[in-house]
């Protein structure tokens, strides 16, 4: 069976130069979406991506990244619009990193892809009257 989920992986500062992803790659057969990522010599790294592959080999390759020493966390949350709050001022569109929102044309309101949207929180602070919430 093929699974597909959303992670976030924070490197400790001594493994942020050693080729982890290429791992999962060469050795556990799985395949990669890179959603965000943060990489600073000596320094901690965030790399948030969508992994897939067989069931097996994705255990496996969590089994890895726990042992090498890389701190794994689901992107279960979710970030959702109050519709009632929003007041469609835009300041979400600037700060998006995934382009998780679109100006309609016609309309001028705010649309929010909630596909395209990483949970990565920078519109929550960005947006004034608190229309964006994170949801677990």
Do not use: W
């Not at 799985?30 to 080999?57: H, M, R, T, W, Y």
């Not at 979400?92 to 909630?114: G, H």
């Amino acid at each position: 069976m093929i699974v597909s989920k959303k992670i976030v992986l924070h490197f400790p500062s001594r493994l942020v130069d050693q080729p982890i992803v290429y791992r999962l790659i060469k050795e556990y057969d799985l395949s990669f979406n890179i959603l965000k990522a943060s990489v600073i010599p000596d320094e901690e790294g965030l790399l948030v991506l969508e992994l897939s592959g067989e069931q097996s080999n994705y255990d496996k390759g969590i089994k890895y990244l726990t042992k090498t020493g890389v701190k794994i966390q689901s992107l279960s949350q979710n970030v959702l619009r109050n519709e009632s709050r929003c007041t469609h001022c835009g300041a979400c569109i600037t700060i998006c990193p995934t382009n998780a929102f679109e100006l309609d044309k016609i309309s001028r309101q705010v649309i929010f892809i909630n596909e395209k949207c990483i949970a990565c929180g920078l519109c929550i602070k960005a947006c004034p009257p608190r229309a964006m919430e994170l949801h677990f």
